[in-house]
């Protein structure tokens, strides 16, 4: 990565991370805080990070036979109140709404933290029979979760998500559905966004309200903490018996169908902030920065400079990569330092001797490294630098979690490890809640998952000693 710091207003993040991040946020014009307390703006350049976010995962999500619907946005207190154990999970976070027009509401109404309850209702409006599933859908909004402390992208009053809901005839569909949208989420985490995963199950204290079993990918940042990056969860037929929806299979018996429901929200780009970033800003994959080449005229004053970027500027435009030209009247230097500080990871310059010798100057956003192309090949040239780039950011990332991931025998090293290295702890773990408890109250970590790719590290609880054969992963997270 680049070392040499060149835009001071950003904190350094060995000196304060949380500063380094908020610095990051607003400095990069991603964020502007507004007046409701817990809520931030998203300024257009997050917003464009956030759409080409959504069009990667849209048409994975279409690929595999999904379809976008919008559910209201206010939930009705006594439809919520129909899952017990889901409306027990979300009321300390719950909004409420007790006024319409000036005049009291003859019953509440819940501004959607989630929408279960509302596609619980569609679903025992619209299933009658096994032709009429499976219900493949996704919604693509804004919930509201009243949290107490907030910080942008990772933890806000109103945030941005996808929320996938569908709904199957038997239990195996809805398992398998549960599974294959984890699987998508990962394959978007690592070959978009660059950011390897831990793939696993959540332990019981940690599922989803109503779940009955929640499956999540785990990043690790810079900083050694864990961000939860996606979930899929899945319900059996909980939700279908609370709100009674019922379809005649091909015996003509009368079943309850099995549910699903899975989300990514803008938190992944506070996961991406904290991955990739360095000390001059951000560094964003070029698979989905909103800017993946900024050309910059060197004296663009000279006669041909100008014309020459604009033309090179709608070539590369031609290629199909996402260009920009800034051909503004502040200095070369200012302005690589701020495209530095967007993260925008290719800079093309192009002055007049290199245009007297047909190149332009390349310079990679992530290690600092310039080279040279012959002009008439920039695109060629443009677009394998781009792809080196997108690998070195993942093998970064995979090298951070790989030295920040380490494993322990005993309570005792767990506790060191936490206070002393941070990062991923892999224990054995007999199960049971009260040692999860246990390990929480000893280290501070919390369970993250406990992964499908199971490795065998003895064979005995970390906390208790009971034989086991169970491996898992506890962490610091956001």
Request: proline fraction near 4%.
């Amino acid at each position: 990565m680049a070392t040499e710091k060149k835009v001071e207003q950003i904190t350094a993040r060995d000196v304060d991370f949380a500063q380094w991040y908020t610095d990051v946020v607003k400095k990069a014009e991603l964020i502007d805080y507004s007046s409701v307390k817990g809520c931030v703006i998203l300024r257009p350049y997050a917003h464009a990070l956030w759409e080409n976010i959504q069009r990667t995962l849209d048409g994975m999500f279409k690929e595999t036979g999904h379809e976008n619907v919008s559910m209201p946005l206010f939930i009705p207190e006594s439809l919520l109140q129909k899952e017990k154990d889901h409306v027990e999970g979300f009321a300390p976070e719950v909004a409420w709404i007790t006024h319409g027009g000036g005049e009291p509401l003859t019953e509440r109404l819940c501004v959607r933290p989630t929408s279960e309850v509302l596609f619980c209702e569609h679903y025992a409006h619209i299933i009658q029979s096994w032709r009429d599933l499976p219900k493949l859908y996704n919604q693509w909004c804004s919930v509201v979760r009243w949290e107490k402390t907030t910080r942008p992208f990772l933890r806000s009053r109103e945030f941005w998500w996808q929320e996938g809901h569908t709904i199957h005839a038997t239990r195996e569909e809805a398992e398998e559905e549960t599974l294959r949208m984890l699987n998508v989420y990962a394959t978007f985490a690592e070959e978009s966004l660059a950011m390897p995963v831990i793939k696993g199950q959540k332990t019981a204290s940690e599922r989803f309200a109503g779940a009955e079993n929640t499956y999540t990918i785990e990043c690790m940042m810079h900083d050694g903490q864990a961000l939860q990056s996606g979930t899929s969860h899945f319900f059996g037929d909980g939700f279908a018996r609370a709100f009674n929806i019922q379809f005649t299979d091909r015996n003509n018996t009368l079943q309850y169908p099995f549910q699903t429901s899975w989300g990514l929200s803008t938190r992944i780009i506070g996961g991406i902030i904290m991955t990739h970033g360095d000390d001059n800003g951000l560094i964003l994959p070029p698979r989905i920065a909103p800017v993946q080449v900024v050309v910059i005229p060197v004296a663009a004053h000279k006669p041909g400079v100008l014309d020459a970027a604009r033309a090179l500027c709608a070539r590369l435009r031609a290629a199909g990569l996402r260009v920009r030209l800034d051909d503004g009247d502040q200095s070369p230097g200012w302005k690589f330092a701020e495209h530095e500080m967007k993260g925008v990871p290719l800079r093309v310059e192009l002055g007049p001797r290199d245009l007297a010798e047909n190149r332009c100057v390349l310079a990679c956003r992530d290690t600092g490294a310039k080279q040279t192309a012959p002009l008439d090949q920039a695109e060629t040239a443009v677009a394998a630098l781009l792809e080196e780039i997108q690998a070195r950011l993942l093998d970064a990332a995979r090298t951070n979690l790989r030295e920040r991931t380490h494993t322990a025998a005993s309570l005792e090293e767990m506790r060191h490890i936490a206070q002393t290295r941070g990062g991923f702890v892999k224990t054995m773990w007999c199960g049971d809640g009260a040692c999860e408890e246990k390990v929480r109250e000893v280290t501070g970590m919390k369970s993250r998952c406990i992964p499908f790719a199971q490795e065998p590290l003895g064979d005995t609880c970390v906390c208790c000693g009971a034989k086991t054969d169970t491996m898992i992963y506890w962490g610091f997270q956001y």
